[in-house]
């Protein structure tokens, strides 16, 4: 692997690259001791002062002499953030980890400079944000980590309460989308901020992130599954983009310079984080779902996408195409 060291401007690796270094990648995680990563990732991040209950009571942030750059506190952005954590990947900005909801909202309040955010939030503020070119969260299929849990079919759901995540708004939103076009259907939508198992019974169970990844096999028991990321690309046939990383354009102005090189340090994060660094992140993402490392492999290297090319851009603009079709972003 290092004999195959990316570049920190590297946005864009072919179809035959990216299935090379994603078997290296593997091969390196199997010859780590996963017991040692673990333990190395607990004390990386005791060092960092980023705990669960940080995670899920993220701080506002407060300004200093630095860019403020929001990032995803769930793991299926840990290739992104952990090498910038760690130090491995130089980043002159101060970072904040929250979940995509918060993000979200400290982005329109201006309280951040730059960071991830939901695919859906950026449709909405398109005009105010200026995107990291090469960089994403998405699918080409199934992801895992967006599933809808419920009792019967999904044509059955017409009018049903259906419990939504408060801080998923692509995911949400993606439901409404596949549930008008493929079945022409309407659902009550009740958000939650701690999941109810038993609203699956009732109607039906919306999960996202690390929350989808640990409830999986135990609701895949008894109820259908329904993921959605599979789901939209049946229909479409081209990858599903949760959230994309971008800046307000106030601060590209006034800070260009600063703004291309966040974006090549975040995508040689990236490279960093699904190479060299792959097994730390493994190990990190373990310590904080107890999920198997085979689970979390699979995640990375199948479920998730990082890039964002010209098919990602694509999906992205059919996915604003549904959702001003339907009513959900306005004009």
Not at 322 to 329: D, E, V
Request: proline content about 5%.
């Amino acid at each position: 692997m290092a004999d195959r060291e990316l570049s920190t401007n590297t946005v864009h690796r072919d179809a035959d690259y990216a299935m090379l270094t994603v078997t290296e990648r593997r091969q390196d995680a199997r010859r780590e001791d996963p017991e040692t990563l673990v333990a190395d990732a607990t004390r990386v991040n005791d060092q960092a002062s980023i705990t669960s209950d940080s995670l899920e009571h993220p701080v506002p942030p407060v300004r200093g002499d630095r860019p403020l750059l929001g990032q995803i506190s769930f793991i299926n952005a840990l290739p992104v953030v952990l090498p910038i954590e760690e130090g491995t990947v130089p980043l002159w900005a101060t970072c904040v980890a929250a979940p995509p909801g918060t993000l979200n909202t400290w982005l329109k309040e201006k309280r951040l400079d730059a960071g991830a955010m939901s695919a859906f939030f950026y449709l909405e503020h398109a005009g105010e944000l200026e995107l990291f070119d090469g960089l994403a969260i998405s699918s080409k299929g199934a992801v895992g980590s967006v599933l809808l849990f419920c009792a019967g079919e999904t044509d059955e759901l017409k009018g049903c309460d259906i419990a939504v995540p408060d801080s998923s708004a692509s995911s949400i939103n993606l439901l409404r989308v596949l549930l008008k076009e493929v079945h022409g259907i309407e659902v009550n939508l009740v958000p939650y901020r701690k999941p109810d198992f038993r609203a699956a019974e009732r109607g039906g169970l919306l999960l996202f992130g690390d929350k989808a990844l640990t409830s999986d096999l135990e609701l895949s028991m008894r109820y259908n599954r329904i993921d959605l990321g599979k789901w939209w690309h049946d229909l479409s046939g081209l990858p599903m983009v949760y959230g994309v990383w971008g800046a307000c354009r106030e601060f590209v102005s006034a800070h260009e310079d600063h703004f291309l090189d966040m974006g090549e340090a975040l995508c040689a994060a990236r490279d960093e984080g699904l190479g060299a660094s792959f097994p730390r992140v493994l190990a990190e993402a373990q310590r904080r779902t107890g999920l198997p490392l085979g689970r979390l492999e699979q995640y990375y290297c199948r479920d998730l996408d990082f890039f964002f090319n010209d098919a990602h851009k694509e999906g992205l603009r059919l996915y604003e195409t549904l959702c001003r079709k339907h009513g959900l972003i306005g004009d």
